[in-house]
T-cell receptor
Framework: KNEVEQSPQNLTAQEGEFITINCSYS?????LHWLQQHPGGGIVSLFM???GKKKHGRLIATINIQEKHSSLHITASHPRDSAVYIC???????????FGTGTRLQVFP | DTEVTQTPKHLVMGMTNKKSLKCEQH?????MYWYKQKAKKPPELMFV???????INESVPSRFSPECPNSSLLNLHLHALQPEDSALYLC??????????????FGQGTRLTVV
């Protein structure tokens, strides 16, 4: 079993829909990252969370440390949001970043 | 400057070749990482350097040899690779210590093909 699990693995949406991607982890962490990867490879960091909630434009990320769960929400989705979204956790008191399995999102016009 | 720069972007090499991948950052980050990513899979951690010292080696075969000559530069030396080593190789960096819990920054990757 992976230490970091994401769901769903694949997600298709119509433009304008509200999207939620979930991440659960089974290890002690000091921080959780939400990352975006477009075809071609480059990874962009969207959020780093150690508690609570963060918002940036149409993106919202939340984390519940007690339940070891985080969600990434996209409001008013757009085709340019199509990408792979990856949850990564920093293991507690280390510099080790472990990646989740990724969620492939496609938003159609 | 908030970039992690990787060169080359693409590399094709034969199984008897020796080549190197390069990663550079000028953000003062003292943790640097190499990841390997196969198609449609998440990145897998290979190595972590902390303060220019190798702190984590995820049982990577010796045909991959990392090097951190200074705090801004991370190399990955490749020798006698196999076709199954073809993948996207990603470099990342992040702060350490008291500022550890901040953003991690990733390079665009080097797409390696071993023929």
């Amino acid at each position: 079993k992976n230490e970091v699990e994401q769901s769903p693995q694949n997600l298709t949406a119509q433009e304008g829909e509200f999207i939620t991607i979930n991440c659960s982890y089974s290890v002690g962490i000091s921080a959780l990252h939400w990352l975006q990867q477009h075809p071609g490879g480059g990874i962009v960091s969207l959020f780093m969370l150690s508690s609570g909630k963060k918002k940036h434009g149409r993106l919202i990320a939340t984390i519940n440390i007690q339940e070891k769960h985080s969600s990434l929400h996209i409001t008013a989705s757009h085709p340019r949001d199509s990408a792979v979204y990856i949850c990564a956790v920093r293991l507690y008191n280390t510099d080790k970043l472990i990646f989740g399995t990724g969620t492939r999102l496609q938003v159609f016009p | 400057d908030t970039e992690v720069t990787q060169t080359p972007k693409h590399l094709v090499m034969g199984m008897t070749n020796k080549k190197s991948l390069k990663c550079e950052q000028h953000m003062g980050h003292r943790a640097m990482y190499w990841y390997k990513q196969k198609a449609k899979k998440p990145p897998e951690l290979m190595f972590v350097y902390s303060y220019e010292k190798l702190s984590i080696n995820e049982s990577v075969p010796s045909r991959f040899s990392p090097e951190c000559p200074n705090s801004s530069l991370l190399n990955l030396h490749l020798h006698a690779l196999q076709p199954e080593d073809s993948a996207l190789y990603l470099c990342a960096s992040s702060p350490m210590g008291a500022t550890r819990n901040t953003e991690a920054f990733f390079g665009q990757g080097t797409r390696l093909t071993v023929v």
